[in-house]
């Protein structure tokens, strides 16, 4: 009988042991997503300031235009 206890003792141990080495791998192919997701956040910022300032650019030169300036609305 303790042979027997042995031997599901061993293998509890390596189930948990596979479960461990399994998290560890889907911790770090997770880590590596976040990584390169914070990067393309990081660019994605990059582009929307840039779209912002070209925004905020063309509606103060629309603002600056006179009326003689605007063209008509059937143009």
Do not use: C, G, W
């Not at 300032?53 to 009326?67: H, W, Y």
């Amino acid at each position: 009988m303790p042979q027997d206890l042995d031997v599901m003792h061993n293998e509890s141990l390596e189930e948990l042991q596979s479960k461990i080495a399994y998290l560890e791998q889907a911790i770090a192919e997770l880590s590596d997503v976040v990584f390169r997701q914070h990067k393309e956040i990081q660019v994605l910022e990059v582009q929307l300031n840039a779209v912002r300032e070209r925004l905020d650019s063309a509606r103060s030169d629309e603002a600056a235009r006179t009326a003689e300036q605007e063209r008509p609305p059937h143009y």
